[in-house]
């Protein structure tokens, strides 16, 4: 509960654009919801490489198409936002 709860604090940063206050959430998170936001973070951030890395850790296909917004908002559906 406390890792969803995290999350959704990260989720947050993320929308706003704030992708290192969501890394220092994620980063130590290793389910598979947190590592996909580890992802999301890396995608935010420009590093596609270390993104690829996260989406696999996360079991999620990397997108052909970078789009923050929705992926962003499937992240917050999982987390139950």
Same mark, same amino acid.
């Given at each position: ?11 947050? +940063? /993320?929308?706003? @654009?704030? $992708?290192?206050?969501? +890394?220092?959430?994620? &980063?130590?998170?290793?389910? *598979?919801?947190?590592? $996909?936001? +580890?992802?999301?973070? +890396?995608? &935010? ?5 270390? *993104?690829?890395? $996260?989406?696999?850790? *996360? @079991? ?12 962003? *908002?499937? /992240? ?6």
């Amino acid at each position: 509960m406390r890792e969803i709860m995290s999350l959704k604090v990260a989720v947050g +940063h /993320l929308a706003r @654009g704030d $992708w290192e206050k969501a +890394h220092a959430i994620v &980063q130590d998170d290793e389910s *598979a919801l947190g590592c $996909w936001a +580890h992802g999301i973070v +890396h995608l &935010q951030e420009g590093d596609m490489d270390n *993104a690829a890395y $996260w989406y696999g850790r *996360a @079991g999620r296909p990397f997108p052909k198409k970078v789009d923050l917004k929705s992926e962003i *908002a499937a /992240l917050a559906t999982a987390c139950g936002s």
